[in-house]
């Protein structure tokens, strides 16, 4: 069996409040294939960010560690450390956040940041020249049927143009994971399976084919979207959850077997957003 393209392992993570320690996550494992979307859930400031950042490499966790396709995510030595076995002993480089890993966040950028720079920033920042990254975030609005918000700015958009807008810059370029922190929730029933039909078309087009991993405040979301569900509970310990909604007061640690990729609906699918 193929080693996960993403892989969460043993992951800790607290921050002190003042005096007090407060635990965040706790020997957190868990793992992403690539062709996969596993969302994360749980309640409000429960912890889901802060999980989906050390897995972006974004945060450093306390102990444990992330790799991605075999890579250290993380600090220094933990990237030296994995590294060995390389041409002459020497390291093996490490992913980039805005390459190889794209962060999409449900707050964007600053209201007045132009949506062509937004989407073309992880292209522009990495090597790439301004006017091709310009170019290659047009195109990317286009493949979401977000062309009309290329000239405008963030705050001028609607809540589904944020959606289409935040996909667009997951997939502009070439990553290996798309993180996706919130962007999906509030949405109608209908919205949320046209949002899944495009996020996963985009995953299916990738080229290498990337992973997804989101967080999501509802179990009704994730469970339409994502391939697996993941609850984060009130002591920062993660188990897989299946039809049932989580009940985040349940500190069981039970891992069920997991439910279709899409859930079954009734009626006629929408074919746009309401």
Known sequence: MAAELLAVDGVCKGFWR???????????????????????????????????????????ADSGCVTLAGRALGDRGERRRLGRGSAGGRERSAPV?????????????????EVSKYVGWPLAVHGGRRRDARVMAARALERVGAEDCVSRCWGELSNWQRVLVGLARGFAGSPHVVVIDDLLDGLGSRDTEVASDLLHSLV????????????????????VIADQVWALTPRGTLTRRSGRRPSFTDERDDVVVPF????ETQGSRSTGPT
């Open 18 to 60: 003042g005096r007090s320690w407060l635990g965040v996550l706790k020997d957190v494992s868990f793992g992403v294939d690539a062709g996969e979307v596993v969302a994360v859930i749980g309640p409000r400031l429960g912890g889901k960010t802060t999980l989906l950042q050390v897995a972006a490499g974004m945060e450093s």
């Open 204 to 223: 299916e087009e990738s080229e290498p084919r990337c992973a997804v991993l989101m967080s999501a405040g509802y179990f009704d979301t994730a469970v």
């Open 260 to 263: 279709p990729k899409h859930a």
């Open 97 to 113: 956040l805005g390459r190889d890993v794209v962060w999409v966040g449900r707050d964007g950028p600053h209201q007045e940041l």
